[in-house]
């Protein structure tokens, strides 16, 4: 087990913004975890877990505890049918290497195993999938998880818990919301696969670029590809632009406020989601900049660190697109990214 000490939370996350971490420990197998925490409680320090880093902001203060490092690797097929296959993944996997891994895979009659392969691409580790239920092109972790082993740091012990007492919904779950939040340490992650590709008409974005290219047999490797170049295409590479995603949440609606949205000209799609990107390029802010944050001029959900010195000034380019929108359109943007550390 590896401790650093004082490590910027900037080097930690791909908004490369943040103050530095107390402590920083790798976790490398799963009997690391009992060590990690109880060296937290001697310390009597709080702790906070990170993937990828990619859906992370750091701020300027730092986090006087200690951040666990997710590095547990490791696919195995624990199970398969006819119909189906199960796939264990330690969390510390990167998620696109588990789709790249499925789509390859002999079913028995072709190659791939479906259910994940709209979610290529996606920045981050297995781990974080289920906290905030990750989702793109129409398929969310939600429909393939089975189940999750998880340490809980309450009760200091491994426990296995089934995909229905999560509490899934959109950007959430137990792991993200009320007691659950520094509770578990999600140590593998198993989905249940099958045969049934996804068929046409596909999400918009993904169905325009097939129809521009046109392409018309679909396997999940068809998709995968798809969806890679439709990303590339929008989002910017993490890798290249600091960023953490989509910066702020689509705005649900209900009944009555979609029939006065579109009464208003504004898009509602399918279940009151009005596109949070859309809002804001209407906005007139696609590519503008606020206090070295950009407003992607790919994908106005997405906001770019250029130049912000440190997270105050996130936080003002965050308040002047919210500000923005809400005197156009009177819709309040929630931020999508979590927080990590004090003001
Ligand atoms: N739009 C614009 N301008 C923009 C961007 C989008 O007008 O600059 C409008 C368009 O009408 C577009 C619609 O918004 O058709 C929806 O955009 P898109 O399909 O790109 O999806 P999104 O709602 O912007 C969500 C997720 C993404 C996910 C995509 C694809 C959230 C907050 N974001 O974005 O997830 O990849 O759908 O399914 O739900 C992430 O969470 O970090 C993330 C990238």
């Not at 007691?179 to 989905?191: A, E, K, Q, W």
């Not at 993490?238 to 208003?264: Q, R």
């Not at 809002?279 to 994908?299: H, P």
């Not at 106005?300 to 000034?313: C, G, M, R, T």
Request: hydrophobic share 40%; charged share 25%; proline share 3%.
């Amino acid at each position: 087990m590896k401790i650093r000490e004082n490590v910027p939370i900037a080097e930690l996350t791909t908004m490369r913004l943040g103050g530095a971490a107390r402590y920083v420990i790798e976790i490398e197998e799963d009997k690391d975890l009992a060590e990690a925490y109880r060296f937290a409680k001697e310390k009597d320090l709080p702790t906070y877990i990170l993937g990828g880093g990619s859906n992370v902001i750091g701020r300027d203060g730092g986090f006087n505890g200690v951040i666990f490092v997710n590095k547990l690797h490791g696919i195995y097929v624990i199970d398969s049918d006819k119909d189906s296959i199960r796939l264990c993944a330690k969390s510390g996997e990167l998620l696109d290497d588990l789709v790249e891994y499925s789509v390859k895979l002999w079913n028995g009659e072709f190659y791939g195993w479906c259910g994940i392969e709209a979610l290529s691409k996606i920045p981050g580790t297995v781990g974080a999938a289920p906290v905030q239920n990750v989702g793109a092109y129409g398929q969310e972790i939600a429909q393939t998880l089975h189940s999750v082993c998880v340490y809980d740091n309450k009760d200091n012990c491994f426990k296995h818990m089934m995909a229905d007492e999560l509490d899934l919904g959109y950007r959430h779950s137990i792991f993200n919301t009320g007691d659950g939040v520094g509770r578990y340490f999600i140590t593998s992650v198993t989905l249940e696969l099958h045969k049934n590709w996804l068929k046409p008409p596909f999400y918009t974005s993904l169905q325009a670029y097939f129809d521009e290219h046109k392409i018309t047999e679909f396997n999940p490797q068809v998709i995968r590809d798809g969806v890679a170049a439709v990303r590339a295409g929008k989002l910017p590479d993490p890798a290249e632009f600091a960023s953490a995603g989509s910066f702020f949440k689509n705005v649900y609606l209900d009944e009555e406020e979609t029939k006065k949205a579109e009464a208003k000209g504004i898009p509602v799609w399918d279940g009151g989601k009005v596109p949070s990107g859309w809002l804001i390029e209407n906005a007139g802010l696609k590519g503008k900049e606020f206090y070295g944050m950009r407003v992607s001029d790919k994908a106005a959900l997405v906001l770019i660190n250029e130049s912000a010195k440190n997270y105050a000034d996130l936080a003002k380019a965050r308040q002047a697109v919210i500000d923005a929108v809400y005197e156009k359109y009177g819709y309040k943007l929630e931020q999508e990214p979590m927080e990590l550390g004090d003001k």
